[in-house]
């Protein structure tokens, strides 16, 4: 399907991704400010922090951050943040590849419950295995995240949905 000008046809660009030019890095201290940029560019929160309990990944075309995923994590428990594709990369499979590096990741760790937020991706998460879950278990389980404790202190936890995933389901 495409649009038409003045008697020409333009049809809709769709990229496709080729494997050997995306590269997934797991992120480190000195990444912090790129990925920070890249968050405020997508409409995203960039409070994130890279430690000791917190596992991030980014991917790049050219050289270029299209997109991220990260977690911050305790025992068992692991709230995955900062999940984000640049707009015109959306679609390509490129989030599943970030998501299933990060959850194997994790699994190695030991983490077998996955939570999030998210207000505006429920049919990715949905696809990904996770349902809605309380506000009140992520905070039971992850309250000593920095993201928990950063939406409880800004009073923006109570209008964000919850999603849970066990890594059964995974």
């Known amino acids: 399907m495409g649009f038409k000008i003045t008697g020409c046809i333009f049809k809709p660009l769709r990229r496709k991704v080729d494997n050997s030019i995306q590269v997934i890095r797991q992120a480190h201290e000195q990444d912090l ?20 309990n917190s596992l991030f990944y980014y991917t790049l075309i050219d050289e270029k951050i299209i997109g991220t995923i990260g977690a911050e994590f305790n025992q068992h428990y692991a709230l995955i943040r ?7 990369w959306r679609k390509l499979g490129i ?3 970030l998501f299933h590096k990060l959850t194997a990741d994790l699994e190695k760790k030991g983490i077998k419950h996955f939570y999030l937020f998210s207000r505006q991706a429920s049919e990715f998460w949905t696809k990904m295995g996770f349902t809605k879950c309380p506000i009140e278990d992520v905070i039971n389980v992850l309250s000593d995240t ?14 964000d949905i919850a999603w849970y ?6």
């Open 165 to 170: 995933k066990s890594v059964k389901s995974i």
């Open 33 to 52: 400010k790129s990925l920070q940029l890249f968050l405020i560019e997508n409409k995203l929160r960039p409070s994130i922090v890279i430690n000791e």
């Open 82 to 88: 900062a999940a984000g594709i640049a707009q015109e």
């Open 146 to 159: 920095p993201q928990v404790k950063e939406f409880i202190a800004d009073n923006t936890i109570w209008t």
């Open 95 to 97: 989030a599943q590849r």
